[in-house]
Nanobody, 126 residues
Framework: QVQLVESGGGSVQAGGSLRLSCAAS????????MGWFRQAPGKEREGVVV???????RYAASVKGRFTISQDKAKNSLYLQMNSLKPEDTAMYYC????????????????????WGQGTQVTVSS
């Protein structure tokens, strides 16, 4: 059974930084897509940044240049360094993973992912 556990959320002022972590377990395939998604109240879940097993990364335009994804395959962990945070970044952040269907260009579409963590709240005040 695949389990994803996020941590690292919190409250910061605009311009501040946070680092999210996601610990994965139970995934048995070598190829995967994995990434961070977020959902604000009243809005649909949106892709923030995703990475595949080969290291190909895709960022949403709204976070490019401010957020950085990284992974530690030995620890089965995924990280999200968030800098220059804005109030509009406020949301529940989720880690997601699934088996990759194609090579390169991992999708930001949440519907492509079947395994999800419970989420961690990020709140950015102005």
């Amino acid at each position: 059974q695949v389990q994803l556990v996020e941590s690292g959320g919190g409250s910061v002022q605009a311009g501040g930084s946070l680092r999210l972590s996601c610990a994965a377990s139970g995934y048995t395939y070598s190829n995967y897509w994995m990434g961070w998604f977020r959902q604000a109240p009243g809005k649909e879940r949106e892709g923030v940044v995703v990475i595949d097993s080969s290291g190909y990364i895709r960022y949403a335009a709204s976070v490019k240049g401010r957020f950085t994804i990284s992974q530690d395959k030995a620890k089965n962990s995924l990280y999200l360094q968030m800098n220059s945070l804005k109030p509009e970044d406020t949301a529940m952040y989720y880690c997601a993973k699934d088996r990759s269907i194609w090579l390169g260009d991992p999708p930001l579409d949440a519907a492509r992912y079947n395994y999800w963590g419970q989420g961690t709240q990020v709140t950015v005040s102005s």
